[in-house]
Protein backbone atom coordinates (compact mmCIF):
# COMPACT_ATOMS: atom_id res chain seq x y z
CA UNK A 1 0.00 0.00 0.00
CA UNK A 2 1.29 3.50 -1.10
CA UNK A 3 0.39 6.25 0.79
CA UNK A 4 0.76 10.06 -1.50
CA UNK A 5 -0.01 13.66 1.02
CA UNK A 6 -0.09 16.36 -0.62
CA UNK A 7 -2.24 20.30 -0.14
CA UNK A 8 0.63 21.68 1.84
CA UNK A 9 1.94 25.20 1.41
CA UNK A 10 2.08 28.67 2.93
CA UNK A 11 -0.36 30.57 4.52
CA UNK A 12 -1.23 33.69 6.96
CA UNK A 13 -2.97 33.17 10.48
CA UNK A 14 -5.89 32.82 9.97
CA UNK A 15 -6.50 30.88 7.06
CA UNK A 16 -6.93 27.57 5.57
CA UNK A 17 -5.80 24.32 3.99
CA UNK A 18 -7.17 20.66 3.01
CA UNK A 19 -4.60 18.58 2.95
CA UNK A 20 -5.27 15.40 0.63
CA UNK A 21 -3.61 11.28 0.89
CA UNK A 22 -4.37 9.23 -2.05
CA UNK A 23 -4.02 5.53 -1.11
CA UNK A 24 -3.13 2.62 -3.63
CA UNK A 25 -5.65 0.75 -2.09
CA UNK A 26 -9.28 1.54 -0.82
CA UNK A 27 -9.56 3.69 2.20
CA UNK A 28 -11.96 1.77 3.58
CA UNK A 29 -9.71 -1.35 3.93
CA UNK A 30 -8.15 0.60 6.73
CA UNK A 31 -8.94 0.02 10.55
CA UNK A 32 -7.56 3.40 11.05
CA UNK A 33 -6.21 6.74 8.56
CA UNK A 34 -4.84 8.88 10.94
CA UNK A 35 -2.80 12.94 10.36
CA UNK A 36 0.17 13.02 12.50
CA UNK A 37 2.44 16.46 12.42
CA UNK A 38 6.14 17.13 13.33
CA UNK A 39 7.37 20.61 13.90
CA UNK A 40 11.29 21.00 13.62
CA UNK A 41 12.82 19.71 16.82
CA UNK A 42 9.36 18.10 18.22
CA UNK A 43 7.94 14.81 18.23
CA UNK A 44 5.66 13.70 15.74
CA UNK A 45 2.27 14.05 17.10
CA UNK A 46 -1.07 12.33 16.23
CA UNK A 47 -3.59 15.09 14.83
CA UNK A 48 -6.64 13.21 13.91
CA UNK A 49 -7.95 9.68 13.12
CA UNK A 50 -11.13 8.17 11.24
CA UNK A 51 -12.01 4.84 12.02
CA UNK A 52 -12.97 1.97 9.40
CA UNK A 53 -16.82 2.89 10.74
CA UNK A 54 -15.93 6.66 9.89
CA UNK A 55 -15.91 7.65 13.57
CA UNK A 56 -13.53 10.71 14.42
CA UNK A 57 -11.25 11.67 16.57
CA UNK A 58 -8.70 14.79 17.23
CA UNK A 59 -6.23 15.72 19.45
CA UNK A 60 -7.34 18.51 21.25
CA UNK A 61 -5.35 21.51 20.01
CA UNK A 62 -7.74 20.66 16.55
CA UNK A 63 -10.74 20.27 17.98
CA UNK A 64 -13.21 22.39 16.64
CA UNK A 65 -10.57 23.66 13.18
CA UNK A 66 -9.26 20.60 11.88
CA UNK A 67 -11.87 17.94 9.68
CA UNK A 68 -10.74 15.11 8.99
CA UNK A 69 -13.33 12.72 6.22
CA UNK A 70 -12.58 10.41 3.28
CA UNK A 71 -13.75 9.59 0.40
CA UNK A 72 -13.87 5.89 -0.84
CA UNK A 73 -14.59 6.83 -4.98
CA UNK A 74 -11.32 8.87 -4.58
CA UNK A 75 -9.38 6.04 -2.12
CA UNK A 76 -8.32 9.59 -0.56
CA UNK A 77 -8.47 10.95 3.32
CA UNK A 78 -8.34 14.30 3.65
CA UNK A 79 -8.08 17.40 6.16
CA UNK A 80 -9.32 20.43 6.75
CA UNK A 81 -7.83 22.75 8.63
CA UNK A 82 -9.30 26.27 9.04
CA UNK A 83 -8.21 28.54 11.35
CA UNK A 84 -4.41 27.77 11.04
CA UNK A 85 -2.02 29.76 13.43
CA UNK A 86 1.99 29.40 13.64
CA UNK A 87 1.95 26.65 16.21
CA UNK A 88 0.32 24.49 13.55
CA UNK A 89 3.62 24.96 10.89
CA UNK A 90 4.90 21.21 11.15
CA UNK A 91 5.48 18.69 8.04
CA UNK A 92 2.03 16.64 8.38
CA UNK A 93 1.92 12.64 7.32
CA UNK A 94 -0.92 10.39 6.83
CA UNK A 95 -0.84 6.77 8.53
CA UNK A 96 -3.20 3.89 7.24
CA UNK A 97 -3.46 1.14 10.05
CA UNK A 98 -4.62 -2.61 8.94
CA UNK A 99 -4.66 -5.81 10.79
CA UNK A 100 -0.35 -6.28 10.69
CA UNK A 101 0.65 -3.91 8.59
CA UNK A 102 1.31 0.32 9.11
CA UNK A 103 1.79 2.59 6.06
CA UNK A 104 3.04 6.31 6.08
CA UNK A 105 3.03 8.76 3.27
CA UNK A 106 6.06 11.22 2.88
CA UNK A 107 4.83 14.43 4.39
CA UNK A 108 3.68 17.44 3.49
CA UNK A 109 4.79 20.89 4.71
CA UNK A 110 2.53 23.30 6.10
CA UNK A 111 4.16 27.05 7.01
CA UNK A 112 1.59 29.61 9.43
CA UNK A 113 3.00 33.15 9.46
CA UNK A 114 1.66 35.72 11.48
Known amino acids: VQLQASGGGSVQAGGSLRLSCAASTNVLYFNIAAWYRQAPGKERELVAT???????AYADFVKGRFTISRDASKNTVFLQMRSLNPDDTAVYYC?????????WGQGTQVTVSS
Open 95 to 103: NARQVFDEY
Open 50 to 56: INGRGAT
